[in-house]
Nanobody, 122 residues
Framework: VQLQASGGGLVQTGGSLRLSCAASGLTFRPYHVAWLRQAPGQERELVAAHRRSGGQPYYSDSVKGRFISSRDNAKNTMYLQMNDLKPDDTAIYYC????????????????WGQGTQVTVSS
C-alpha cells in the first residue's frame, strides 16, 4: 500500500498550491480519505476529510474557506487546492485513509504515505 502526496513547494503569503495524492496497492472507494499536516514540534492536524459514502467534505476551522479538497475514486486520487496560504500553513502534508467511524479525527487515519512539504513565506 502506498500513498504518494505531491505538489508542495515554496509560496508567498496569499499564494496558492494544489496538492495531489495518488494511491497504489489499494482503492479509495472503501475508505474515508483525508489530508493531514504536521509542522515541526506540533501535533498532526487533520485539515480535510471525505467520508467513504460521499457527501460534503469536512474541513478544520484553520483552513475552512481557503482549502478545497476533492476525491476521485475512479482515478484513485485526491486533491487539495490551497488558496490564500498563510505562514501557519507551513507543514508536511500527507494523505491517509481510514475505515474508522470517526472519520473526522486524525488519530484514526493510518496508511500514511510520503508527505510533501509546503512552505509559506511571510
Amino acid at each position: 500500500v502506498q500513498l504518494q502526496a505531491s505538489g508542495g513547494g515554496l509560496v508567498q503569503t496569499g499564494g496558492s498550491l494544489r496538492l495531489s495524492c495518488a494511491a497504489s496497492g489499494l482503492t479509495f472507494r472503501p475508505y474515508h480519505v483525508a489530508w493531514l499536516r504536521q509542522a515541526p514540534g506540533q501535533e498532526r492536524e487533520l485539515v480535510a476529510a471525505h467520508r467513504r459514502s460521499g457527501g460534503q467534505p469536512y474541513y478544520s476551522d484553520s483552513v475552512k474557506g481557503r482549502f478545497i479538497s476533492s476525491r476521485d475514486n475512479a482515478k484513485n486520487t485526491m486533491y487539495l487546492q490551497m488558496n490564500d496560504l498563510k505562514p501557519d500553513d507551513t507543514a508536511i502534508y500527507y494523505c491517509a485513509v481510514s475505515q474508522n467511524v470517526l472519520w473526522q479525527m486524525a488519530a484514526y487515519y493510518n496508511a500514511w504515505g510520503q508527505g510533501t512539504q509546503v512552505t509559506v513565506s511571510s
